[in-house]
């Protein structure tokens, strides 16, 4: 299974863009890389997908290199209420689908 | 239309005994998964039913074991609770099995304290 490394914490003024890297260096080709935060003791909330091309909806932009060693979630206004753990998954490419989580980084939207 | 629900909220037992934790599934998904989050780590991926049948497992022994009901809700049964069960129970459930495109959606999960 691919693993994942997201830095450990960040900060981030409010109203300004987060930029949240990961690295998924051994990533297979078909697998696809997701993003989920999880708020402090509530269940852990989708955010966004990708496979190759770089993805956007409502709450966030996912920019995935060309190789697909590396990604980055971008949340383009920050607000307090995105202060949150972000895990950064390598869908792994079996029949279960399962997520594995790592640490993921706990972003810190300061006013 | 509903999310992901769980019951209960929070629950506390004594070492030796048996909980059932439940998870109604989002309409229209089929698959749940279970995750166990202790306090300070990601969530480990416990196992995942589909169409009323385990359909993959993680590094956890038999005394977790679950069901899938008809209408795709699941149960989470854990015997011989152990100190080292007390963690955040989360239930996700996603709308087919065998696709890495399938997203899965968590419910709010059961917070479990074993005294």
């Known amino acids: 299974d691919a693993k994942t490394t997201q830095p450990t914490s960040m900060d981030c003024a409010e109203g300004r863009a987060a930029n949240l890297p990961c690295n998924h260096s051994t990533i297979s080709g078909n697998e696809y890389v997701y993003w989920y935060r999880q708020i402090h003791s509530q269940g852990p909330q989708y955010i966004i997908h990708g496979l190759k091309n770089n993805e956007t909806n409502e709450m966030a932009s996912l920019i995935i290199t060309e190789d697909r060693k590396s990604s980055t979630l971008i949340l383009p206004h920050a607000t307090l209420r995105d202060t949150a753990v972000y895990y950064c998954i390598v869908r792994p490419a079996s029949n279960t689908g399962k997520l594995i989580f790592g640490q993921g980084t706990t972003l810190q939207v300061k006013p | ?115």
């Open chain 2, 1 to 115: 239309e509903t999310g992901v629900t769980q019951s209960p909220t929070h629950l506390i037992k004594t070492r030796g005994q048996q909980v059932t934790l439940r998870c109604s599934s989002q309409s229209g998904h089929n698959t749940v998964s279970w995750y166990q989050q202790a306090l300070g780590q990601g969530p480990q991926f416990i196992f995942q039913y589909y169409r009323e049948e385990e359909n993959g497992r993680g590094n956890f022994p038999p005394r977790f074991s679950g069901l899938q009901f008809p209408n795709y809700s699941s149960e989470l049964n854990v015997n011989a609770l152990e100190l080292d069960d007390s963690a955040l129970y989360l239930c996700a459930s996603s709308p087919n099995s065998g696709s890495g495109a399938d997203t899965q959606y968590f419910g709010p999960g059961t917070r479990l304290t074993v005294l």
